[in-house]
């Protein structure tokens, strides 16, 4: 091409999306080969044992018992207040910080973790983000002109790294006095690892000092897309969120993606949790204009379906003994792959909850290529593979493990 | 607030969206004086005689028969391959331009504005709107750190204001060597316009001068929201996207919001339409950058009824058939508020096809507050009043114009 045209920030490598491009293949070998004989562990929904994407019976069934108007009505541009109240209990249950906190309606978490980016640094500013991550956090900063800079999740022992963290928190906020740190936990996004409470007082610590700089502007980006799948006392850090120096403020993505099974459906929120009034206003209406600006307003039958379920006692209790029921059966999952990963050596990173466990390496990409051929398909990151618990039976949870560690053995 | 924690870039006045409180005003009046005694012709949806929003029942008997993971799962980045065949189609129809064409999935025809400005403009550039333009598109500008310039949109005989266009296009694209022109028709929201395709015929004709100067980078970003409730023969212009010089680009708004009445379900698309197949390519790759940086993807749902309803002859026509009826009682609705117009001497905007009609005046804020005195609520824009017919009944359309009138001559 002899030119381009589109604007100079706005030139991308022509490339698909790699996850979905090993899906495709793993979805050619259980075509092939019988889907008994393949474990697809790319994608990142909950499947049952037979290989079927998993949707709530409560959920769908209320979707689809609406009257057409609350699916078809444009929402308000922030989102519905009923469901602006609905989102902020799914998200804190009994842990709601004493704080100002205002909630608008984003596509997924997506929409979250992109105004959290936006609205919240300088264009050239670098997001602080672990070295375990979710890779569109680096897209997102990308697309908009920012840097990530990454620090260390464990040290040697497989703790939190919080001597990386605050090593890079602090050369941050000190260069640019301004910074977004991005925070996915509980059950992180690619290795299922969960902050403990004390480790979060840690990291409040070392923000609170910096606060006291009042020129500096500390923000964090909590990611809680899987939540929803973490023990119900993961939600206990929220209460830390109250009583923070004005110049601290705390974002959170919600997604309704995984808690509702609602992938496909757009539906989230970005809720803002801060000491100051002006500060949470600010938020909301900032917020309201990126929303406006980039994507009108959210999905109004999404909202119906958390709204409607939040008022009903008796749907909320079928509801949440659903999610129970699936957490229960990824939990069972997750033990089986570390039992095994234990009895054969296999190293993986510390599991507490959610979705993913990983297993760190150096040569990733080749061992995911290699591990097709074994018919195991697992995504590459840049320091190791990432197995999806949440999309393989407990039974090849069991097996995968050895076959990883046979593989790994093979290339060493 | 002694301080802001959003960036300098994303301050905004703290305002909520002027048509939503004007609705819930409207929905105010008739819960107090009875749905008979108001004339609410506020939100762009299109509203049975009874003041019910109407939704297609061949759009929602689809969904609701969708299986659920139709619904749940999650889309492909760009859109679903079948999907982003059939929204060409849809677009279309028989006029499709003999060109490089690809399409991305978008949150409605927002999502596709977005992505055009975003992508195709350097920091600072101006767009080139008309002066009877839906707010948004400087919404989008603004937060994007873009100006908006206006050209006149008609001339003093109510006819298409070429020159106007002229001008303005060609300063601007000498300026600046890059330029986003937003063509908002066919049915112009809020004027209900269409262009000719004789006015098509001399846009292109300056853009065609301007685009021998290969330096110059000719963006076209035509926003056809409404299109489906347009005269069939009004996709014509589409054909004149044949065999364009390579530095013109037409990019293509298409929304679901409307044609299928899913304004809640966000969903449409961005065509990009060029005779170079990098262009096309690029366009491709750079819009699915952008979503996944801001949404992710887009409604799996709403594609899926899309789809499910294209590829299935009946279901086509049944929609085609619901879909005309409306057209038809847009149709008389819009006929009698010209008619009733013209016999009381309100003078209205040339009115063609879509949900709007415009009325032009110096003080449409003071007139819309006066109005609502006498139960009638509409819209008030810079340079007159917005007159929703897709939300008014035939009847009250046949009064609405001389009760306009009326206030109009008591403020003169």
Redesign the interface.
């Known amino acids: 091409?002899a030119?381009?045209?589109?604007?100079?920030?706005?030139?991308?490598?022509?490339?698909?999306?790699a996850i979905?491009g090993l899906a495709a293949k793993a979805k050619e070998a259980i075509d092939k080969y019988g889907k008994e004989n393949v474990i697809d562990s790319t994608?990142g929904?909950l499947v049952d044992d037979d290989g079927?994407?998993i949707?709530l019976d409560t959920v769908?069934s209320e979707?689809?018992s609406l009257p057409?108007?609350a699916?078809?009505?444009?929402?308000?541009?922030a989102g519905q207040a009923d469901f602006l109240e609905a989102v902020q209990d799914a998200c804190f249950k009994e842990y709601r910080p004493k704080a100002y906190i205002k909630a608008v309606a984003t596509?997924?978490g997506?929409?979250a973790v992109?105004h959290s980016i936006?609205?919240?640094?300088?264009p050239g500013d670098s997001i602080l983000v672990c070295d375990w991550f979710w890779s569109?956090y680096v897209?997102?900063s990308?697309?908009?002109g920012r840097t990530v800079t990454n620090y260390e999740f464990f040290n040697d022992k497989g703790e939190f790294n919080i001597t990386s963290f605050k090593e890079k928190f602090e050369s941050l906020i000190d260069r640019q006095k301004?910074l977004v740190t991005v925070l996915n936990t509980p059950a992180n996004n690619p290795t299922g690892y969960s902050l403990s409470d004390e480790e979060w007082d840690e990291v409040l610590d070392i923000a609170k000092e910096k606060a006291k700089d009042?020129d500096n502007?500390i923000?964090f980006m909590v990611d809680v897309a899987y939540i929803d799948y973490a023990d119900k006392d993961r939600r206990k850090f929220f209460a830390k969120f109250s009583n923070l120096p004005e110049?601290i403020?705390i974002l959170i993505a919600y997604s309704m993606?995984k808690g509702y099974?609602?992938?496909?459906?757009?539906s989230g929120a970005i809720i803002g949790v801060?000491s100051?009034e002006?500060?949470a206003?600010?938020?909301y209406?900032?917020c309201?204009?990126?929303n406006?600006?980039?994507?009108?307003?959210?999905?109004?039958?999404a909202m119906s379906v958390m709204t409607s379920i939040a008022k009903d006692p008796a749907k909320r209790k079928a509801y949440e003994e659903e999610v129970a029921k699936y957490r229960t059966m990824l939990k069972k999952r997750a033990n089986a792959f570390v039992k095994s990963a234990e009895e054969c050596g296999l190293k993986i990173l510390p599991y507490r909850d959610g979705f993913f466990v990983s297993i760190p390496c150096n040569n990733a990409k080749q061992l995911s290529d290699e591990l097709i051929k074994e018919k195991l398909f697992v995504v590459a990151l840049k320091k190791g593979l990432r197995f999806a618990v949440c999309a393989v039976s407990e039974d090849k949870c069991k097996i995968a493990p050895a076959k990883i560690k046979e593989v790994m053995d093979r290339y060493k």
Chains 1, 2 share one sequence.
């Not at 699916?71 to 541009?77: E, L, P």
């Not at 936006?118 to 300088?122: D, F, H, I, P």
């Not at 099974?261 to 757009?266: D, V």
């Open positions: 091409m030119f381009n045209m589109v604007a100079s920030h706005a030139v991308w490598p022509m490339e698909n999306d979905f994608l929904a079927n994407l949707c769908y979707l689809k057409n108007a699916i078809a009505a444009y929402a308000q541009v596509p997924g997506t929409g992109r936006w609205n919240y640094t300088e569109p897209t997102i990308e697309e908009f301004r009042p502007k923000i110049n403020l993606s099974t609602m992938y496909g459906m757009r801060s100051n002006e500060i206003k600010e938020f209406y900032t309201m204009h990126a406006r600006a980039n994507w009108s307003n959210g999905t109004r039958g």
